[in-house]
């Protein structure tokens, strides 16, 4: 069975210091992987999609960034965070070319004090 | 990408039907709707998808409308625990990557 995999489940860092949340997928092979940001009392943001790996499409301009150095593992960093990237981050997946669910992963809630 | 609009809130008696509507207008002939819910402080949870039929599974009914311009999510029994915010999607074509771009939802309080 497929399942995804996210880490820290919570996180708290200074503003100015970098930034690693990891995501893998486990039981599927070359999904869609995507990163979603949600602020606190609001829908979820697109923020990094991938078809493949070292394919990575940003969807709006900010002060993170994606990488996918492997298959089923996409990692999302900052340099320096700032206090707007708090909020809850969910990495999610999909076979490619697959019109069946898109499975979310449990999600790292980060707080930028 | 196409948009959503959907009502910001509704209320629902416990074991009555819950009718959620969405509007998606500028749908494309491939794009697909597909329904998602939200518990707090939990990651989204698939509900249903459907491209011009009706569909029905052990959650929810979708009703799409001929013209594909708009569709109604319906919880046949609502129970307290569907209370959630509830996201109708337009999923774009996988040639431009598949992405689910969620709208604001409408957030259902299911009351005793």
């Known amino acids: 069975s497929q399942t995804i995999h996210q880490w820290p489940a919570t996180l708290v860092q200074p503003v100015g210091s970098p930034l690693s949340l990891e995501c893998t997928v486990e039981?599927?092979?070359?999904?869609?992987l995507y990163w979603y940001r949600q602020a606190a009392g609001r829908g979820l943001q697109l923020l990094f999609y991938?078809?493949?790996?070292?394919?990575i499409s940003s969807e709006v301009p900010q002060n993170l960034s994606a990488s996918r150095p492997q298959d089923r593992q996409f990692i999302l960093s900052s340099k320096k965070l700032l206090l707007s990237d708090s909020g809850f981050y969910l990495c999610?997946?999909?076979?490619?070319?697959?019109?069946?669910?898109?499975?979310f992963g449990p999600g790292t809630r980060l707080t930028v004090l | 990408d196409a948009k959503t609009t959907q009502p910001p809130s509704m209320d629902c008696a416990e074991g009555r039907a819950a009718n959620l509507p969405c509007n998606h207008s500028?749908?494309?002939?491939?794009?697909?709707v597909y329904w998602y819910r939200q518990i707090h402080s939990q990651g989204p949870q698939y509900i249903i998808h459907?491209?011009?039929n009706n569909e029905t599974n052990e959650m929810a009914s979708l009703i799409i409308t001929e013209d594909r311009k708009s569709s109604t999510l319906i919880l046949p029994h609502a129970t307290l625990r569907d209370t959630a915010v509830y996201y109708c999607?337009?999923?774009?074509?996988?040639?431009?990557?598949?992405?689910?771009?969620f709208g604001q939802g409408t957030e259902l309080s299911v009351k005793p």
């Open positions: 999610a997946w999909i076979t490619r070319g697959s019109y069946n669910e898109q499975f």
């Open positions: 039981g599927t092979s070359n999904p869609n």
């Open positions: 991938s078809i493949g790996i070292d394919q």
């Open positions: 500028t749908i494309s002939g491939n794009e697909y």
């Open positions: 459907g491209l011009k």
């Open positions: 999607i337009v999923r774009v074509a996988f040639n431009q990557g598949g992405k689910l771009i």
